[in-house]
């Protein structure tokens, strides 16, 4: 079956570690995305990856770090410089090409600092 | 600053009752709308809409853009208990392929009581 994975579903740190977020996705999409979704907020785009080994920041990238080294996986690490990183966090990808295709999402990551 | 507004903000109604969810925007490079339905986890793709005035539908849902005004609008007719979510509308921008991002709004929770 293709599609996008996140783990763990659930997350529990202590303030103060740094933790990776895992993305996996088997359908061949070029560009991958992470947000982060708050209760009574959208989604805000954390950081993008529209090739391997190319990222770009979004618009909330204080406090996270992404990598892309391969195609199908694209993990985030929240380290302790981000503020308040209790939070759902989505993973979601797409086709590249000329004509925009919709972002497809992973099924999430609750994390929850203590 | 880019913002997307939907409202209202939640919203409960009984039953084969008719809905108008409304999104309007003020981005820069607006490229465009999407709607995404949200029940657990992972939102799903509706719809996109990139010219005005031209109506999309699925079923009992539907969605037009107004460019001129800057906002969208989701239609379901005859609601059922499965329509219950959290409907998020976004907003494609970006100058090129390279930079295209997602704004998304607050979204819309709707219930739906049987």
């Known amino acids: 079956d293709g599609g996008i994975t996140q783990s763990p579903k659930y997350l529990f740190r202590k303030e103060g570690q740094n933790v990776t977020l895992s993305c996996e996705q088997n359908?061949?999409?070029?560009?991958m995305y992470w947000y982060r979704q708050d209760p009574g907020q959208g989604l805000r785009l954390i950081y993008y990856?529209?090739?391997?080994?190319?990222?770009q920041k979004g618009d909330i990238a204080e406090g996270y770090s992404v990598s892309r080294e391969k195609k199908e996986s694209f993990p985030l690490t929240v380290t302790s410089a981000q503020k308040n990183p209790t939070a759902f966090y989505l993973c979601?990808?797409?086709?590249?090409?000329?004509?925009?295709?919709?972002?497809?999402f992973g099924p999430g990551t609750r994390l929850t600092v203590l | 600053e880019d913002k997307v507004v939907q409202s209202p903000l939640s919203l409960v109604v009984h039953e084969g009752d008719t809905v108008t969810l409304n999104c309007s925007y003020e981005?820069?490079?607006?490229?465009?709308l999407l709607w995404y339905k949200q029940e657990k986890k992972a939102p799903t793709f509706l719809f996109m809409l990139?010219?005005?005035?031209i109506e999309k539908k699925s079923g009992r849902l539907s969605s037009i853009l107004d460019k001129k005004e800057l906002f969208s609008i989701l239609n379901i007719t005859a609601t059922q208990t499965g329509d219950s979510a959290v409907y998020l509308c976004?907003?494609?921008?970006?100058?090129?392929?390279?930079?295209?991002?997602?704004?998304f709004g607050t979204g819309t929770r709707l219930t739906i009581i049987p």
């Open positions: 979601a990808s797409r086709p590249a090409g000329p004509v925009y295709n919709e972002q497809f």
């Open positions: 359908l061949n999409h070029d560009a």
């Open positions: 990856s529209q090739i391997v080994n190319d990222f």
């Open positions: 981005v820069t490079n607006f490229r465009s």
């Open positions: 990139t010219s005005s005035g």
């Open positions: 976004a907003v494609r921008r970006g100058t090129n392929f390279g930079n295209e991002k997602l704004t």
